[in-house]
Every structure is written in structure tokens, then in C-alpha cells.
T-cell receptor, first 116, second 115 residues
Framework: DTEVTQTPKHLVMGMTNKKSLKCEQHMGHRAMYWYKQKAKKPPELMFVYSYEKLSINESVPSRFSPECPNSSLLNLHLHALQPEDSALYLC???????????????FGSGTRLTVV | GDSVTQMEGPVTLSEEAFLTINCTYTATGYPSLFWYVQYPGEGLQLLLKATKADDKGSNKGFEATYRKETTSFHLEKGSVQVSDSAVYFCALSDRSGGSNYKLTFGKGTLLTVNP
């Protein structure tokens, strides 16, 4: 299995809703990432988990709450979002530290989120 | 900090034309370099990579050579197809957080290939 699977593919939510995005990989990768991508822009890093522990939070507002229940799963819990949070949310995974030859990320196909 | 600069698009070509998308970088240390491709409505896919100076990455007819002396990693393809229409991102890796690698992306270049 060489894929990162994200669900749902599309999500429309109101500003008072609570929803969760899910990400799963079975490649044995020990680093997992959440990225946010606005239209015609590069992905922006939100969170990094390494060995199931949060290692990087890029000053993301608290209405986004990540969770890594085990080495294969990554969730992003959403609450009280704003319309400007509408974007494509990408999950990625990678090997941990390598001496050299790090293979980069494997990305999921993303969840397209619309906040109304 | 590390940064990636790639040519602004959009780039529009006819089928079978030669493609070059320029990418230069600024980094401390010895980063690995990547090209990712994003087809409409999809996530990013790794197209090719190079981990050290003078390495050439290649895949699906695309090539890029890691040039340390010019800090460049230009993407080339000899004959593009309509199916190559996508957004192309140049990226470099940076070891951060002690146990992770983090990718820094360029702004992306939209390629449209017409029949």
C-alpha cells in the first residue's frame, strides 16, 4: 500500500458545526502532516506529527485541533471555522529522519472544505 | 531561511513542444530537491527528486539536475502532451524539529498544453 487516504473528499460545514477530517496511511511512515492549500497557491504547513507526537504547530488557530491516535491515523478536528478557512486540506506522510536520500512526502488527494 | 523561486506562470505550450520550468533555491546545508505535480482537483504527486549535487532526477519523460553551483533545479521535458497540463511545484527539504523533514515549496507554475 503506497497511498495516503483522506476522507471525506468534500465537506460543507456551517460556522457553528464541528467536523473532523481523517487521514490514513499504511506505509509505515512515522511522520504525518497537515497542509492547507488555497486556490492557485502552494500548500502551507499547519502541523507535523512525529512518532505520534505533535512536533510542529505553525501558529494555527485553535479552531483547528489535530490528533494522531496511532501511527497510521491522523485527524483534524474543526470547530467554529470561518469562511476564509475554506480551502483544500492535504494530509501527507513521510519516513522519519534519514541519513540521506529522504524520499519526500506522499500526499493524499485532499479534502475540499467549504465553510458557509 | 530556506526559499524556492520558480518561474511564474501560466505557461502555455502546444503538444510536442519543449518544456523548461526554472527553479532556483536558497538554503543552508545540503537540501534535497523535488518536483511535485498537481493535476486539477487532486493532491500533489512526487514527480522526481534529487538528493545531492549533480544528481539527475527523471520520471515520465521529465528531468531535472541538481546544480549546486547555480543553486538550480530546472524541470525539462522534450515533448509535452495534453495530459501534462497541471501545476508544477519545486520544493526543497529542510530538516527541522529534530526528527522531521519539512518541505518548502515554490509558488507553483501552471502549465497548459494545447492539442
Amino acid at each position: 500500500d503506497t497511498e495516503v487516504t483522506q476522507t471525506p473528499k468534500h465537506l460543507v460545514m456551517g460556522m457553528t458545526n464541528k467536523k473532523s477530517l481523517k487521514c490514513e496511511q499504511h506505509m509505515g511512515h512515522r511522520a504525518m502532516y497537515w497542509y492547507k492549500q488555497k486556490a492557485k497557491k502552494p500548500p502551507e504547513l499547519m502541523f507535523v506529527y512525529s512518532y505520534e507526537k505533535l512536533s510542529i504547530n505553525e501558529s494555527v488557530p485553535s479552531r483547528f485541533s489535530p490528533e494522531c491516535p496511532n501511527s497510521s491515523l491522523l485527524n483534524l478536528h474543526l470547530h467554529a471555522l470561518q469562511p476564509e478557512d475554506s480551502a483544500l486540506y492535504l494530509c501527507a506522510s513521510s519516513q522519519g529522519v534519514q541519513k540521506q536520500g529522504w524520499d519526500g512526502y506522499t500526499f493524499g488527494s485532499g479534502t475540499r472544505l467549504t465553510v458557509v | 531561511g530556506d526559499s524556492v523561486t520558480q518561474m511564474e506562470g501560466p505557461v502555455t505550450l502546444s503538444e510536442e513542444a519543449f518544456l523548461t520550468i526554472n527553479c532556483t533555491y536558497t538554503a543552508t546545508g545540503y537540501p534535497s530537491l523535488f518536483w511535485y505535480v498537481q493535476y486539477p482537483g487532486e493532491g500533489l504527486q512526487l514527480l522526481l527528486k534529487a538528493t545531492k549535487a549533480d544528481d539527475k532526477g527523471s520520471n515520465k519523460g521529465f528531468e531535472a539536475t541538481y546544480r549546486k553551483e547555480t543553486t538550480s533545479f530546472h524541470l525539462e521535458k522534450g515533448s509535452v502532451q495534453v495530459s501534462d497540463s497541471a501545476v508544477y511545484f519545486c520544493a526543497l527539504s529542510d530538516r527541522s524539529g529534530g526528527s522531521n523533514y519539512k518541505l518548502t515549496f515554490g509558488k507553483g507554475t501552471l502549465l497548459t498544453v494545447n492539442p
